[in-house]
């Protein structure tokens, strides 16, 4: 949605495609909460006009800290509806690269030409799931994606796979829907961010050491926040810092609800096997677990060639790097006139530009590149 904003903004013909909000409403638990902060969370407009304040004002709300996901995607329609009102709300099924540039059909079967063609499509299509749980069925193992409603686990035991954000908080989700819970992760300890709010409220010195864009610790969060600095530095360096910021970790906020629960750190299951109707896990350390189901919260992967709607010649001609595009200014991919927003764009921008925050420099640099190039002429799909 900001990409479609900055582009009409620009005075650049665009169309716009997808279903705004879906991830957040539909590949995410009732109940849950943003990680990111209040000013990391505004979805980016080039007036910075519709910001979640802005939203808060015209709908009579407060500001809330954590920000539940629901508030969150009542603003994202509210967004949509003031910037994007001609979002096309279709599937792209194919994009295929033409002579001069793509040609790109519909889920309805419509077919137009672009010249260019931006896929701000998101991650989910690159779900990870450990090899474990390979050929199970969906009864007894799922994706944490594939839930919007944790309640439908009451009364049964839940082994959650993982150690971020994401598997602590289905957690604490599951046990206040009335589900027996087990965390088991691989990690040896839980990383927590945000347990020093006071750092953030010493002036100049924690705007020194931490962006507005709420992305990483101390320092790295500055590092990060400048993609074309960040870029500079040597491929280990990045590597290590972008994990560093992302690396799986837990909000305080969460804390007090995850009293007594039972977190098993430094395991690994070796082996998922059906058992009747349970599930039996095999555990590096010997152990087992017969449990009602496993709930992988094991994250995503970005493998760009997992992006259905591209076409199999266009996937060969992509240059990747583990699985992402390799992009150059503008956001743009070894295919000209082919561009990657959001978390694809973290292996060549860093790992700012995954998150709702890092959406202002990537729609500057992309518009800004395509105002440089003779190509005004684009039309821009999500
Ligand atoms: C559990 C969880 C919690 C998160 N919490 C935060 C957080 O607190 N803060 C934060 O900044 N980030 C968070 N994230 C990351 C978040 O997903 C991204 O920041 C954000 O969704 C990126 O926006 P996006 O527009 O790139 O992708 P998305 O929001 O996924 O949007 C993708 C769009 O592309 C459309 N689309 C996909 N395929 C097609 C197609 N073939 N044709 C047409 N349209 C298509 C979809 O309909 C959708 O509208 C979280 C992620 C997860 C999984």
Redesign the pocket.
């Known amino acids: 949605?900001?990409t479609a904003t900055y582009l009409k903004n620009a005075g650049i013909e665009r169309r716009v495609?997808?279903?705004?909000?879906?991830?957040?409403e539909r590949?995410?638990p009732k109940g849950?909460?943003?990680?990111?902060s209040w000013d990391?969370?505004h979805i980016a407009d080039p007036k910075e006009e519709l910001t979640l304040d802005a939203y808060c004002r015209e709908s009579g709300q407060s500001r809330t800290k954590p920000?539940p996901l629901n508030q969150f995607v009542e603003y994202g329609k509210w967004y949509q509806r003031k910037a994007v009102p001609d979002v096309e709300k279709?599937?792209?099924?194919r994009v295929e690269q033409n002579g001069r540039g793509f040609v790109v059909t519909l889920?309805d079967g419509e077919s137009f030409h672009s010249q260019r063609v931006v896929a701000?499509?998101?991650?989910?299509?690159f779900e990870a799931r450990p090899k474990e749980f390979a050929g199970l069925p969906a009864e007894l193992v799922s994706h944490?994606?594939e839930h919007t409603d944790l309640g439908i686990f009451r009364g049964r035991s839940v082994v959650v796979i993982g150690g971020g954000?994401?598997a602590l908080?289905s957690a604490a989700l599951l046990r206040e829907n009335g589900a027996e819970v087990e965390v088991l992760a691989r990690q040896s300890a839980l990383n927590w961010v945000g347990l020093h709010p006071k750092l953030h409220r010493l002036g100049f010195l924690s705007k020194m050491m931490y962006s507005k864009r709420d992305v990483g610790p101390a320092g790295i969060s500055r590092l990060v926040a400048a993609p074309h600095v960040f870029r500079r530095f040597p491929r280990s360096f990045q590597d290590k810092a972008a994990y560093r910021a992302i690396r799986p970790a837990v909000a305080g906020w969460l804390g007090p609800r995850l009293k007594e629960m039972k977190i098993t750190l430094g395991k690994r299951i070796i082996s998922a096997a059906e058992q009747g109707s349970m599930l039996r896990l095999r555990l590096d350390d010997g152990t087992e677990r017969l449990v009602d189901h496993a709930l992988l919260a094991t994250?995503?992967r970005v493998d760009v060639t997992r992006?259905?709607?591209l076409a199999p010649e266009l996937k060969k001609s992509l240059k990747t790097a583990n699985g992402f595009p390799v992009l150059r200014r503008g956001l743009e991919s070894s295919v000209d006139g082919l561009h990657f927003?959001?978390?694809p764009a973290a292996w060549s921008f860093g790992p700012v530009v995954?998150?709702?925050?890092?959406?202002e420099f990537a729609c500057t640099e992309l518009v800004g590149s395509l105002k440089k190039s003779n190509g005004a002429n684009t039309a821009g799909?999500?």
């Open positions: 949605m900001a495609f997808g279903e705004p909000m879906s991830f957040w590949q995410m849950m909460c943003l990680r990111s990391a969370s920000i279709k599937l792209v099924r889920a701000a499509t998101g991650i989910n299509s944490s994606r954000q994401s908080e994250g995503y992006y259905d709607f927003m959001g978390k995954g998150f709702v925050s890092g959406a799909r999500r």
